[in-house]
């Protein structure tokens, strides 16, 4: 693994020290490897004597409650005037799992007016330039797994306990759907087997993460896999849209579509898949794919998005037909690549 460079690290861990009131954020919709990741710093910080403030921009699913500390997290959409207070206040912001501010929906006018100083560490590619301090690898499984080596690489992984792990663990194993992709670095396993080591309930961390849905979830997967789920063999692609009345109809929680858009990547030839998702002023669009096609050049350019080479998101501000329409019209210009793909 490529090593972070000195001068980054005595920098940081300078910063570190001089902080006297750190934030700690992450992106809008933040997932396991986001809130595992502030959380593992946010416990880092506090064995280091700090008193970090968290934020994540909104609220998020309820499987990822469980982590420790989860209650010290503050969430901007629910804690306006506390949170902005606190960026303006902050003299050290380090913004985890992602590398453009606009990707925190609404946070970003007081991120830029802050006179913190900013790190950004994440392994999302094409970072934009708000870090001081920047540690950005796209090498690495998830941001998690880079926590574990900054905390190391600033010579402190002898601060790493049980709830460090537990929090580390959980962001590597979402952000590789359980080691499925994204994990062919053998650093990633040397890091999982420290964090084993740390005495971790690697089978609990699973179920509290991937067995802890409601049966209203279920039905909702039941019923896309039936009946709204198109798959077009010649293009090796495969999608899933979801209505407004139909995530009323299912009494849609925040997290109930996590994982739907990488199932029909299990069908046979399939290699490039999407989920349309209508919410009230655009349509959320996640794109999964296999192999060389890059989703993240397939978002950016056709619907406001980007992300990483097989997992990327964006947004349409048509209705969900005109956007289904725009995509089942723009599959024949990728059916080359789509075919070379693997
Ligand atoms: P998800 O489909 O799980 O929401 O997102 C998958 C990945 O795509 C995320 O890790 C994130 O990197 C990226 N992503 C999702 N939505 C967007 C977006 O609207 N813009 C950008 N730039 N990246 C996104
Ligand atoms: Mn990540």
Same mark, same amino acid.
């Given at each position: 693994m490529k090593e972070i460079q000195n001068n980054i690290i005595k920098e940081l861990k300078n910063r570190i020290e001089l902080s006297e009131k750190p934030l700690i954020i992450t992106h809008y919709n933040p997932d396991g490897d986001a809130i595992g990741s502030i959380l593992a710093f946010y416990h880092y910080l506090v064995k280091k004597g700090k008193n970090p403030f968290m934020v994540s921009p909104n609220d998020y699913p309820e499987f990822l409650h469980w982590m420790p500390g989860n209650e010290n997290v503050t969430v901007y959409k629910r804690n306006t005037g506390t949170v902005t207070n606190a960026i303006r206040d902050a003299d050290l912001i380090i913004a985890l799992d992602f590398n453009n501010f606009e $990707? %925190?929906?609404?946070?970003?006018?007081?991120?830029?007016?802050?006179?913190?100083?900013?790190?950004?560490?994440?392994?999302?590619?094409?970072? =934009?330039?708000?870090?001081?301090?920047?540690? *950005?690898? @796209?090498?690495? *499984? *998830? !941001?998690?797994?880079?926590?574990?080596?900054?905390?190391? =690489?600033?010579?402190?992984?002898?601060?790493? /306990? +049980?709830? @460090?792990?537990?929090?580390?663990?959980?962001?590597?194993? %979402? /952000? !590789?759907? =359980?080691?499925?992709?994204? #994990? #062919?670095? &053998?650093? !990633?396993?040397?890091?999982?087997?420290?964090?084993?080591?740390?005495?971790? /309930? +690697? /089978?609990?961390?699973?179920?509290?993460?991937?067995?802890?849905?409601?049966?209203? $979830?279920?039905?909702?997967?039941?019923?896309?896999?039936?009946?709204?789920?198109?798959?077009? &063999?010649?293009?090796?692609?495969?999608?899933? *849209?979801i209505t407004k009345d139909e995530l009323k109809e299912f009494n849609f929680a925040p997290g109930d579509s996590e994982g739907f858009v990488n199932l029909p990547l299990s069908i046979k030839n399939i290699r490039f898949t999407a989920i349309f998702i209508e919410r009230d002023k655009q349509i959320k669009i996640s794109f999964r794919s296999k192999g060389n096609f890059s989703v993240n050049k397939f978002a950016e350019e056709n619907f406001n998005g980007g992300g990483h080479k097989n997992a990327s998101g964006g947004y349409s501000y048509v209705s969900l037909d005109e956007t289904l329409k725009k995509f089942r019209e723009l599959l024949p210009k990728y059916q080359t690549e789509l075919q070379n793909a693997l």
């Amino acid at each position: 693994m490529k090593e972070i460079q000195n001068n980054i690290i005595k920098e940081l861990k300078n910063r570190i020290e001089l902080s006297e009131k750190p934030l700690i954020i992450t992106h809008y919709n933040p997932d396991g490897d986001a809130i595992g990741s502030i959380l593992a710093f946010y416990h880092y910080l506090v064995k280091k004597g700090k008193n970090p403030f968290m934020v994540s921009p909104n609220d998020y699913p309820e499987f990822l409650h469980w982590m420790p500390g989860n209650e010290n997290v503050t969430v901007y959409k629910r804690n306006t005037g506390t949170v902005t207070n606190a960026i303006r206040d902050a003299d050290l912001i380090i913004a985890l799992d992602f590398n453009n501010f606009e $990707r %925190t929906e609404g946070l970003e006018k007081y991120l830029n007016e802050s006179k913190a100083v900013k790190v950004m560490i994440d392994h999302h590619p094409d970072p =934009s330039d708000f870090a001081d301090i920047a540690i *950005s690898d @796209i090498q690495y *499984s *998830s !941001t998690a797994e880079m926590v574990y080596h900054v905390i190391e =690489s600033l010579g402190d992984e002898d601060l790493i /306990d +049980k709830n @460090i792990a537990e929090c580390i663990y959980c962001g590597i194993m %979402t /952000d !590789t759907g =359980s080691f499925n992709y994204n #994990s #062919s670095n &053998p650093y !990633t396993y040397l890091v999982v087997s420290k964090l084993v080591g740390f005495g971790i /309930d +690697k /089978d609990r961390i699973y179920w509290n993460v991937y067995d802890n849905f409601s049966a209203d $979830r279920m039905r909702l997967l039941g019923y896309c896999l039936h009946k709204k789920m198109e798959v077009f &063999p010649e293009y090796h692609a495969a999608i899933i *849209s979801i209505t407004k009345d139909e995530l009323k109809e299912f009494n849609f929680a925040p997290g109930d579509s996590e994982g739907f858009v990488n199932l029909p990547l299990s069908i046979k030839n399939i290699r490039f898949t999407a989920i349309f998702i209508e919410r009230d002023k655009q349509i959320k669009i996640s794109f999964r794919s296999k192999g060389n096609f890059s989703v993240n050049k397939f978002a950016e350019e056709n619907f406001n998005g980007g992300g990483h080479k097989n997992a990327s998101g964006g947004y349409s501000y048509v209705s969900l037909d005109e956007t289904l329409k725009k995509f089942r019209e723009l599959l024949p210009k990728y059916q080359t690549e789509l075919q070379n793909a693997l």
